[in-house]
Each structure stands twice: as C-alpha cells, then as structure tokens.
C-alpha cells in the first residue's frame, strides 16, 4: 500500500493574508482541494492522510463533503513545525492490518503537481528506497558575504526540492526516529540524508510552484485555467 501524506497544517504567515494560503480559492476551489485531487486521481496512491492545524480542522472537513474523496482515509492535526505535522501524518498510516510500503509526502500548498511525478516518484522510492522530486535552478546562483558576491555557484550541479518526496516506510521511520526535530529539517530528504541513504531524483515541472507570495498566486491561476 502506497500512502500520500499532504501537509497543510502551516499558518502561510509570509503570505500576508489572515487566511492560511492553502485555503485561499482559485477558480472558486480551495488551493489544497486541488493538491488532493491530483493524490486522488493518482493510480500510485492507495490512500490519504491530510494534516491540518487544530483551528482548521472543523472547517475544512465541512468543505471536504463537497468533493468525493474516496481516497481520504484521516484527517490528522499538526504539530508546531512541518516535521511535527508531518511526524503525526506518519504516526497515522500504518495498522497491523494494513501496512504502509511507501510513503509519499507532499505540501498541500502545491496545487500544481502532476499524477505522472506522483507515480514517477513512488516508483523511483520503490527502487532506491528514498526519491525526491526536483527541478532545474534556472537563475544565476551566488555566494556571498558582508553585502558582496564572493563567488558564483555552479547551477548545473544544484536542483530545487520539489514534492512529493517519497520513501519506503521504514525508512522515513527511521529517519524520524533517529533525528532530532526541529526548525532546520524543512523536509523529509534532509533526515534522510542525516542518516546516510543515498536519495535518488527525479526531475519535475517548474510549474509545481508552492504558493508562499502572493504572485505565486497569480501564477497558479493562469496554470489552472490552462
């Protein structure tokens, strides 16, 4: 069984707007509805495990009986920082009856990501064990120092970590096991890199943009009325 674990549980505070990013409307659809649908109508996936904030909670599951969600099996509260959430989204998906092979981790705010990365990035865990999907740094990198450039990057060598990011479950087990949680682990390949797992890639669209500004919002529109 492949589980997909959709973290949504952040507050969008660098967004600017009283109404956490994930449930602002495009096209008069909630932003993370659109992220659950591409879990749904992904051949990969088995079930789903959505972790929202407390506060949310409630009031999104009323906006949830107006889809069909067949895949949806739990609502998860989060923690006070992403690897908290997604620590308590983990803690959720595996019983004695039914175990969890891969776990596929995305963040809700990212309404843009295809079933074929989906599919591609389980598949690649299912091989490799851990798979992170990524994209091309397209911009000019530079290091710098004291308000100067010291030295100028070489972006072929550098990717974008994009979601899902994908492991066998025990593995991500592990990893949470065995690291300490905090602020620094701003996804799941940086605790599994920690304990020395080689973490295959796979390259995706830079379309799958995660909504942070209120631009990228703008941005999203134009893809989903495409």
Known sequence: MNTAIIVAAGSGNRFGSKTPKQ????????IL??????FENCNSIDEIALVLSEDEIF???????????????????????RAESVLNGLDSVSSEDKHTDIVAIHDGAR????TDEISNTIKKAQECGAACLVAEVTD??????????????????LRRALTPQAFRYEIICEAF?????SEIATDECFLVEQLGYEIAIIEGSSKNIKI?????LRIAEVFLSQ
């Open 59 to 81: 009031d999104f599951s009323k906006t949830l009986k107006n889809y069909n969600f067949s895949k949806l099996e739990k609502i998860v509260t989060g923690g006070k920082t």
């Open 177 to 181: 096991e065995k690291n300490e949680i």
């Open 140 to 157: 000019t990198i530079k290091e710098v120092s004291n308000d100067r450039i010291v030295k100028t990057i070489d972006r072929s060598k």
């Open 33 to 38: 509805i659109y992220a659950i649908e591409r």
């Open 212 to 216: 942070t500004h209120e631009q990228d």
């Open 111 to 114: 309404p843009l990501v295809s």
């Open 23 to 30: 449930f602002l409307k495009i096209k008069n659809k909630p």
